[in-house]
């Protein structure tokens, strides 16, 4: 099992910035991917970006050239630097950890608000 931890999220005007925070606890060696994830109101939960073991970065479009994940593998931790937020950033973001195969499994964060206001 996987325990994660999230921080960093909260109220910011259009244009700031946040950064987000994630730490694993548990059976941490056995993560491979790490991500953020956010889910907005009404809105179906969606890929933020993630980063695998090897550094290798994916990132949702809309976020491209705004957001950068980092990952922290002697802390178990993966980061979520936000910069030049607008108020369609707003949602409760969500740490997601997934483990090598064959298990592939899934683990959640409890989730943190981000507000963004114009």
């Known amino acids: 099992q996987v325990q994660l931890v999230e921080s960093g999220g909260g109220l910011v005007q259009a244009g700031g910035s946040l950064r987000l925070s994630c730490a694993a606890s548990?059976?941490?060696?056995?993560?491979?991917?790490m991500g953020w994830y956010r889910q907005a109101p009404g809105k179906q939960r969606e890929l933020v970006a993630v980063?695998?073991?090897?550094?290798?970065?994916r990132y949702a479009d809309s976020v491209k050239g705004r957001f950068t994940i980092s990952r922290d593998n002697a802390e178990t931790a993966v980061y979520l630097q936000m910069n030049g937020l607008t108020p369609e950033d707003t949602a409760v973001y969500y740490c997601?950890?997934?483990?090598?195969?064959?298990?592939?499994?899934?683990?959640w964060g409890q989730g943190t608000q981000v507000t963004v206001s114009s």
């Open positions: 997601n950890v997934v483990s090598y195969p064959p298990s592939r499994r899934n683990y």
């Open positions: 548990g059976a941490t060696f056995s993560i491979d991917v």
């Open positions: 980063i695998t073991h090897g550094d290798n970065t």
